[in-house]
């Protein structure tokens, strides 16, 4: 909204900073952070007052998770406001890749909200079914890919190597569209503790900031051999709005949690990382930069695969932080070494760049 008044007004005096992306990720950062900081506590207030006794506590689950009861769930509501009004304001909306975002943030968004409010009301911790959710967020994310494959090749870059690339032709569709619900669910199955799902969507965040805006820069993708899309620079902003409304929703989701972010949250921010690293052509350093979601997801494949065969179970408990937990790890230091872990990822992600 206001790169488009600033280009109304061709950008004369000020105006003329809100050209520069860089200026603009870093309004947008400070824009989602302040706003969720201010409406936090009333956003906190009024969950806990019409969900009585907040989220369902698994009773299968790890024993100290039972302190948590009356804890209100939905908290991503928080982020999603703080984070679409900011991208809405510093956001260039005749950009398409914004659009196929937002589609994603506020389509999943929108379904993890009815899966939170199903558990609340119905006092389970099941949910809508896993297949009404599957399908919907197949729906959603078909559309967003659709919008941005539009825009961009259909070949799938393999990092690491310079210039190579798998031509997926047609299919690359599909893959697109797994690729964001699978980064949906993954950032889902690792919302299992306090703040263990917030700081490295946040890390991941500012990653593909730093990798969004370089390859919608003709003169850096060349010089480091990466695929070049054009417009893709736009998503820096939506990455850095989405760090200010994570490190405001965490200033309350930290141990112990005032409020937890939920479905509503997890696959919104999620399936945005998703669709941020198709439309930049970086869907593999994805895998490697959200490594830890992907290992919360293998967790689960692998134990109830295992289960099934065997009757047996590889992880104590799945997702694999209540593994750890398990087996004596405080869920602060299950927490803090998680964190570790996805600042190393992003390291060895962001390296990509020039190892080639």
Not at 163 to 177: E, H
């Amino acid at each position: 909204m206001l790169y488009l008044l600033a280009e109304w007004m061709e950008f004369e005096g000020i105006t003329n900073l809100i050209r520069y992306q860089t200026f603009r990720s870093g309004a947008a950062l400070m824009t989602a952070l302040v706003i969720g900081l201010i409406i936090g506590p009333k956003f906190i207030s009024m969950l806990r007052v019409r969900q009585g006794k907040g989220q369902p506590i698994r009773e299968d689950g790890p024993k100290t998770h039972l302190a948590k009861v009356g804890t209100p769930t939905m908290g991503g509501l928080m982020i999603l406001t703080a984070l679409i009004v900011s991208m809405l304001l510093w956001m260039d909306l005749t950009n398409p890749f914004v659009w196929a975002c937002m589609a994603v943030t506020a389509g999943f968004g929108l379904i993890g909200f009815l899966d939170d409010y199903d558990k609340v009301t119905k006092r389970s911790h099941k949910g809508l079914s896993g297949r009404m959710r599957l399908l919907a967020e197949f729906a959603v994310a078909g559309v967003a890919a659709w919008i941005i494959v539009s825009q961009i090749s259909t070949n799938l870059y393999v990092p690491f190597l310079s210039g190579r690339y798998i031509p997926l032709g047609p299919v690359y569709y599909v893959f697109a569209a797994f690729v964001i619900v699978g980064a949906g669910n993954a950032v889902n199955l690792t919302d299992g503790l306090d703040g263990l799902a917030t700081m490295p969507v946040v890390i991941a965040a500012g990653t593909f900031a730093i990798i969004a805006y370089l390859a919608g820069r003709t003169d850096f993708a060349a010089y480091l051999g990466i695929p070049y899309v054009e417009g893709a620079g736009e998503l820096a902003i939506l990455c850095a709005g989405i760090m200010g409304a994570g490190l405001a929703f965490l200033w309350f989701n930290a141990p112990p949690a005032a409020v937890f972010m939920g479905d509503t949250g997890s696959l919104a921010l999620g399936g945005a990382l998703g669709a941020i690293a198709v439309a930049a052509h970086h869907e593999i350093v994805l895998a490697i930069v959200g490594g830890l979601f992907v290992l919360e997801a293998a967790s689960v494949i692998i134990q109830v695969f295992w289960f099934k065969r065997t009757g047996r179970r590889v992880f104590r408990m799945a997702p694999i932080h209540h593994h750890f937990e398990q087996k004596g790890w405080a869920e602060s230091t299950v927490v803090i070494r998680f964190w570790i872990v996805s600042i190393i990822l992003a390291v060895i992600g962001l390296s990509t760049l020039k190892l080639r």
